[in-house]
């Protein structure tokens, strides 16, 4: 059927996929979300919608939200899960997107978390606090689980502790013996966890080897890469530690551009593979050319 040009249309599954050496990684979309400019801390507002609107994105921050499956043998691990119900109709299209690569819950044997931010472990149950995921192993910092079990809730000023709180006692029951703590180790073959704290006390990077081939999928080092990549001062609200997360930002982007490091991020625009390049004083963001086959 022909599609008259004016009516409105809808992108094709947000799924790209990439290797590294023996293993393929997939990038899986879960949306995107706009935001306020006052998220972002360390740039006045008019400053950020200048920012965005000088490189044609729209003037208020939009943030891509996203996944990777990490495909090794017959393995297959999922790095963070998407939203889930938890964050509103744009976001949330992790498993509409793994249904469409032919991945069923069932096939996953891991979940290596970021963090517990809802936009990342959003996606591990389902409405009625069943675990979505019926056989994978979870993975968790030990310094991010202790931020959210080892005492008091945490709180912050703008609801997104309360948010994650309101599911963690589900979370961790739902996936109850299958809920593993890492320190900064191999947490599976090609699989390495790298502290990256400051987002969250526990915020992990995943490093993906084999053979010779690496990749960084960074985790929450920006949210608006536009803006921070450019100006790795900015910071956001959500942010536990402003100024950790900055020096984490600043010492992975330095780290990235020395290294000539492949990076993805869950909040890198879509597909989200990409790497860093020096820019004067700062940084540059180059995606990387879609390529049909590799
Ligand atoms: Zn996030």
Known sequence: MQMPVNQQIRQVPG????????????????????????????????????????????????????????????????????????????????????????????????????????????????????????????????????HWYGGEPPTDAVGVSEQVNSYSGKLRAAYAGRWHLIAEEEILPGLRRMALPGHTPGHSGYMVSSGDDQLLIWGDITHVPVVQIAHPEVGMVFDVDVEQARATRKRILDMAATDGLAIGGMHLEFPGFGHVIRNGANYEYVPDLWLPEM
Do not use: C, W
């Open 15 to 146: 799924l790209y996929r990439k290797r590294v050496g023996d293993i393929v990684i997939t990038a899986v979309n879960d949306g995107i979300v706009p935001l306020p400019p006052e998220v972002m801390v360390g740039m006045a507002p008019d400053g950020v919608r200048k920012t965005l609107t000088g490189r044609f994105r729209p003037a208020e921050p939009h943030v891509t939200v996203g996944a990777y499956l990490v495909e090794h043998g017959e393995r297959r691990i999922l790095i963070d899960t998407g939203s889930g119900s938890l964050m509103g109709p744009t976001l949330g299209k992790v498993m509409q997107n793994l249904a469409a690569l032919g991945v069923s819950p069932d096939q996953i044997d891991s979940v290596a978390l970021t963090h517990m931010h809802a936009d990342h472990a959003g996606g591990m149950l389902d409405g009625s606090g069943a675990a979505i995921f019926p056989k994978a192993d979870v993975f968790l910092a030990v310094e991010e689980d202790r």
